[in-house]
């Protein structure tokens, strides 16, 4: 199963595609995750693409498209993928359209997450992530220990783009760059809207009887 997570900053995407992971056993690709570990590595894309999500703005398409069209032809991805902050321009999404073409596949369901800008301000504000990839919020998803990580014992750091100038640019360009992507899956009959407001479970459930309703 081929499916895609669409969702502003802070939806919740991350948080319920490790949990899809777990259900589904198909692999969750963050080109988000992906961009961290290149920066954090130093090599030329995670220097180029810092510059960009520092800012709060969108890497090039080409970019992520590259890192996509290899990711996707993984041994681990044969029976799916979750595609976790891609694709988020209409650019990314014919290209995408192409690649499975070409490998004789397509999009399943576009699980789309819906959560007024109002909540996500506070929602980034007080995020914390592990490197691990698990995250929390200082306020409403509290690790056991202050600052470390419940999982793995690794120290929990705030993203550099989840402070407030970073997020309100986010939002900004989630509007402009990637809600148009609702109507472009709507037209094509993937979307499946889910309210991303009640509890981690509850909005599971709904994804869960999304695609397997
Ligand atoms: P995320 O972890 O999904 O919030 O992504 C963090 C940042 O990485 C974004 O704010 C962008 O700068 C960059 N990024 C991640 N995915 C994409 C994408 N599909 N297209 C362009 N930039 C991306």
New binding site residues.
Partial sequence: MNLILLGP?GAGK?TQAKKMVEKLGIPQI????I??AAVKEGTAMGIE?KK??DA????P?EV?IGIIRDRIKEADCAKGFIL??????VA?AEALDEMLKGMGQDIDHVISIEVPDSALLERLTGRRMCSCGASYHIMFNKPKQEGICDLCGGKLYHRD?DKEEAITE?LVNYHRQTAPLIDFYTKKGKVRPIPGTGSVDDIFAAIMDAVEG
């Fill in positions: 900053p991350g963050s080109t988000g995750d961009l961290r693409a960009y999500m709060g703005k969108l890497v398409d992520v976790d902050g891609f694709p988020r321009t990314q783009d986010r």
